[in-house]
């Protein structure tokens, strides 16, 4: 029994580009343009999820993938910080800010504590290394980091030293009992293809 994860990360949006806290944006029109070109380079997959998202569902569609919402994929609720910049929340909330960095359990912003997102991510990954097949996943660049630092045992503070780049892939394989990395961070027009076999 095998058991494939390939989690793509959503295309650009203003708020990627601007380092603001994400709120439900459509992708930017360059983002749609490339995933398009990287539509070419996926594998055929047993079944194709998306975060409920805007741009992961934007995303999907440009990638030419029929895609079912999933919504443990869902990015992290950020609440009061939603839209604003990290200078924004920094200044209006320091000590919040250095609270969310330090304190997985912290949710200062009174959304989701990073420690949600990751039992979400622990939990969408058992269920698949129960089953098998390939599955392409659409989300969002702090899932993809909770399911890298998962896979590895890393603590869960480790995802701020992890940088995931819009519209790349991260490639899990499980034999059924444990998960392995693949593949991390491949840029989507740079000519690879971790989700070969």
Do not use: C, Y
Not at 25 to 46: K, W, Y
Not at 82 to 109: I, R
């Amino acid at each position: 029994m095998l058991a494939r994860l390939t989690m793509i990360s959503s295309g650009a949006t203003q708020a990627t580009r601007k380092g603001r806290f994400p709120k439900d944006e459509a992708l930017e029109p360059q983002a749609l343009a490339r995933a398009a070109a990287l539509s070419a380079t996926l594998r055929r997959a047993d079944r194709v999820w998306t975060s409920p998202a805007p741009a992961a569902r934007q995303t999907a569609g440009a990638l030419g993938l029929d895609a079912t919402v999933e919504p443990l994929l869902a990015d992290q609720d950020f609440a009061r910080w939603a839209g604003k910049s990290f200078e924004e929340v920094q200044v209006e909330d320091p000590e919040g800010m250095a609270a969310w960095f330090s304190d997985v359990d912290a949710a200062p912003h009174g959304g989701e504590p990073l420690a949600a997102v990751a039992r979400r991510v622990a939990a969408l990954m058992q269920r698949l290394a129960a089953g098998n097949g390939h599955t392409i996943a659409i989300t969002h660049p702090v899932l993809i980091r909770a399911a890298i630092v998962h896979v590895l045992g890393a603590p869960l503070s480790s995802v701020w030293r992890i940088d995931i780049e819009p519209l790349s892939l991260t490639d899990f394989r499980s034999d059924g009992r444990r998960w392995v990395l693949r593949a991390s961070g491949v840029g989507a027009l740079r000519g690879a293809t971790p989700a070969a076999d």
